[in-house]
């Protein structure tokens, strides 16, 4: 065989490990959505974990469908986002309907800031809103990215592959639809399906024109900000591990309710994400970033699952699904030490 032969076998040998690592990365992000955004939340029981492929097509089939999306247009992590707030008005608003639904699951999940001309709960509405944007879809697709970093912006899927995915989530989304009005025989108004409709028209409109690909997103490109060096990836994760840990606490402590109007704690949650949102736009314009922040930010994240699932846990069933809830507690810490530590050797 002469070296032409040997070059070309190569060539054909890497491409086949690359489409392997691009398909693993894409069925990887499928299951961790639903990992994180339900069983690491604490929303599910052992006895419903029969739910999980569902959650898949939902969950997982959302997240690659907006993943996919996004790098095949060349758009970064702003279009990421107001993809993910188009999700959680898809999910929330046409699917499982708790934005509009006062009986959901018996919770009173919109007396906290009712708002009656609207038919919603305004804090209902930015936590679970939030829940999806940060939890449900980012923070899985950044994990995954950290873990296939040689195709972090690359697409995952082909033509196929990617019409395939729209077409799971769009059976996701309508089975589970479907259940969800069979078990509550409830249906949204025209005027708040209409709202719902237009709010994710706008956010997927804004993903793809404010945030072209062409354009540099360039609010912090001053050089009293790029000669900066970017902060110790330590201190990055823990911020975003205390301000998660704040922001859930306070959606979750019913004490929290007690004391402060909606009108006044919606407002804090929104400016505590701000600030996050600042800081990262702040520290990713800065020297020496790279994959290892992004990695922080996520992986700070995704440990406030890690003990807020507990708590959810216990105020959904109380004290008798513990045992599963430290399984799924482990095993995310052991993804996040085993992607840590890679992204740390490739560093050095």
Same mark, same amino acid.
């Given at each position: 065989?002469?070296?032409?032969?040997?070059?070309?076998?190569?060539?054909?040998?890497?491409?086949?490990?690359?489409? +392997?690592?691009?398909?693993?990365?894409?069925?990887?992000?499928?299951?961790?959505?639903?990992?994180?955004?339900?069983?690491? @939340?604490?929303?599910? #029981?052992?006895?419903? *974990?029969?739910?999980?492929?569902?959650?898949?097509?939902?969950?997982?089939?959302?997240?690659?469908?907006?993943?996919?999306?996004?790098?095949?247009?060349?758009?970064?992590?702003?279009?990421?986002?107001? *993809?993910?707030?188009?999700?959680?008005?898809?999910?929330?608003?046409?699917?499982?309907?708790?934005?509009?639904?006062?009986?959901? @699951?018996?919770?009173?999940?919109?007396?906290?800031?009712?708002?009656?001309?609207?038919?919603?709960?305004?804090?209902?509405?930015?936590?679970?809103?939030?829940?999806?944007?940060?939890?449900?879809?980012?923070?899985?697709?950044?994990?995954?990215?950290?873990?296939?970093? +040689? /195709?972090?912006?690359?697409?995952?899927?082909?033509?196929?592959?990617?019409?395939?995915?729209?077409?799971?989530?769009?059976?996701?989304?309508?089975?589970?639809?479907?259940?969800?009005?069979?078990?509550?025989?409830?249906?949204?108004?025209?005027?708040?399906?209409?709202?719902?409709?237009? *709010?994710?028209?706008?956010?997927?409109?804004?993903?793809?024109?404010?945030?072209?690909?062409?354009?540099?997103?360039?609010?912090?490109?001053?050089? +009293?900000?790029?000669?900066?060096? #970017?902060?110790?990836?330590?201190?990055?994760?823990?911020? #975003?591990?205390?301000?998660?840990?704040?922001?859930?606490?306070?959606?979750?402590?019913?004490?929290?309710?007690?004391?402060?109007?909606?009108?006044?704690?919606?407002?804090?949650?929104?400016?505590?994400?701000?600030?996050? =949102?600042?800081?990262?736009?702040?520290?990713?314009?800065? +020297?020496?970033?790279?994959?290892?922040?992004?990695?922080?930010?996520? #992986?700070?994240?995704?440990?406030?699952?890690?003990?807020?699932?507990?708590?959810?846990?216990?105020?959904?069933?109380?004290?008798? /699904?513990?045992?599963?809830?430290?399984?799924?507690?482990?095993?995310?810490?052991? =993804?996040?030490?085993?992607?840590?530590?890679?992204? /740390?050797?490739?560093?050095?």
């Amino acid at each position: 065989m002469n070296r032409k032969d040997m070059r070309a076998q190569e060539n054909q040998e890497n491409s086949r490990m690359n489409r +392997k690592a691009r398909i693993g990365a894409a069925l990887f992000l499928f299951i961790l959505s639903p990992f994180i955004g339900e069983l690491l @939340l604490g929303n599910l #029981a052992s006895e419903q *974990l029969i739910v999980f492929p569902l959650l898949a097509l939902l969950y997982g089939g959302g997240a690659l469908f907006i993943r996919e999306w996004v790098r095949r247009t060349g758009r970064g992590w702003p279009t990421i986002f107001c *993809l993910a707030l188009a999700y959680g008005l898809l999910e929330e608003g046409f699917v499982i309907q708790t934005l509009f639904n006062p009986n959901y @699951l018996g919770l009173g999940l919109l007396d906290y800031g009712f708002i009656p001309s609207l038919g919603i709960g305004s804090f209902w509405s930015v936590y679970v809103l939030s829940l999806h944007v940060i939890w449900s879809i980012s923070i899985p697709i950044a994990v995954t990215e950290s873990l296939f970093w +040689k /195709h972090r912006t690359t697409p995952w899927l082909g033509r196929f592959g990617f019409t395939m995915c729209a077409i799971l989530f769009f059976l996701g989304s309508v089975i589970m639809g479907l259940g969800v009005f069979y078990e509550y025989q409830f249906m949204a108004s025209v005027k708040q399906l209409m709202i719902s409709a237009t *709010l994710m028209m706008i956010f997927i409109v804004l993903g793809f024109t404010l945030f072209h690909k062409d354009k540099k997103v360039n609010t912090y490109n001053h050089p +009293k900000f790029i000669n900066q060096s #970017a902060p110790n990836p330590w201190l990055l994760g823990g911020f #975003a591990f205390i301000s998660g840990s704040i922001f859930f606490l306070l959606s979750n402590i019913p004490y929290v309710h007690a004391l402060l109007p909606a009108g006044v704690l919606v407002p804090i949650l929104l400016l505590l994400e701000l600030l996050v =949102l600042v800081v990262t736009i702040r520290s990713s314009h800065k +020297k020496g970033w790279s994959d290892i922040h992004r990695f922080s930010l996520a #992986a700070g994240g995704m440990l406030v699952y890690c003990w807020g699932g507990f708590l959810t846990n216990i105020q959904l069933y109380g004290y008798s /699904h513990l045992f599963v809830q430290g399984v799924w507690c482990f095993l995310a810490i052991a =993804l996040i030490v085993f992607i840590g530590s890679r992204l /740390h050797r490739q560093s050095m």
